[in-house]
């Protein structure tokens, strides 16, 4: 069963649910990092900061997102095995420029109002059963065709996602940068901003 729905119908518990299995999720898929660059990257000892940062990304503007980003209709699927939580993602509308203004008028422009997929994360033990595909896919069909969609990616962390999963659905790399995402005294990860032409074309290759 899929349930989609925005991230402040969910409440501080099912957030820090949400928290964990993100948690078990990037253990077992960064392996080379640490638990505690892991937990750097969840905001572990912050499940209130966990919370906001998801309730509205601008919370972490400046930190984890740039600054001159505009978000709207932010979404949360998750998917339940019998009564268990396997995974969940999120997305939302994101638009970017120097002020509200130019960044109001990207949204309704519809081509640069962009879907944002900010994560999405599954239990290790449903990992390989089409979890992940049905979260993004109930994603993706809440969207506007039309929409060209992104994500960012850390291909040095865990490389064959890029190629095995993003490229097949017409992912393309528009840039990258290093980010301090595991802590300031870190390794920086290279991350990979990666963008699909729109929302209806990732759909026919899901």
């Not at 203004?101 to 944002?116: C, H």
């Not at 069909?141 to 969609?149: F, G, K, L």
């Amino acid at each position: 069963m899929v349930e989609l729905s925005k991230p402040s119908d969910l409440s501080p518990s099912d957030w820090v649910l949400n928290q964990d299995i993100a948690r078990e999720a990037y253990t077992a898929s960064l392996p080379n990092r640490t638990p505690a660059e892991i937990e750097y990257l969840i905001n572990g000892d912050n499940p209130k900061a966990y919370y906001e940062s998801h309730i509205d990304p601008k919370n972490e503007g400046g930190k984890r997102f740039d600054s001159d980003q505009s978000y709207s209709k932010l979404r949360v699927a998750r998917v339940f095995i019998g009564r268990e939580l396997a995974g969940w993602g999120y997305a939302a509308d994101n638009t970017s420029g120097r002020n509200e203004i130019i960044r109001e008028a990207k949204r309704l422009s519809v081509v640069k109002n962009y879907l944002w997929l900010r994560e999405i994360v599954v239990k290790p033990e449903f990992m390989k059963h089409g979890v992940a595909k049905e979260i993004g896919r109930v994603l993706l069909e809440d969207a506007v065709d039309r929409q060209p969609v992104t994500g960012y990616m850390w291909p040095d962390e865990d490389p064959a996602f890029m190629g095995q999963v993003a490229e097949k659905l017409g992912f393309v790399s528009t840039g990258e940068r290093e980010v301090p995402i595991f802590g300031p005294n870190t390794r920086t990860a290279r991350q990979v901003r990666m963008q699909a032409p729109t929302v209806k074309s990732v759909l026919t290759k899901l």
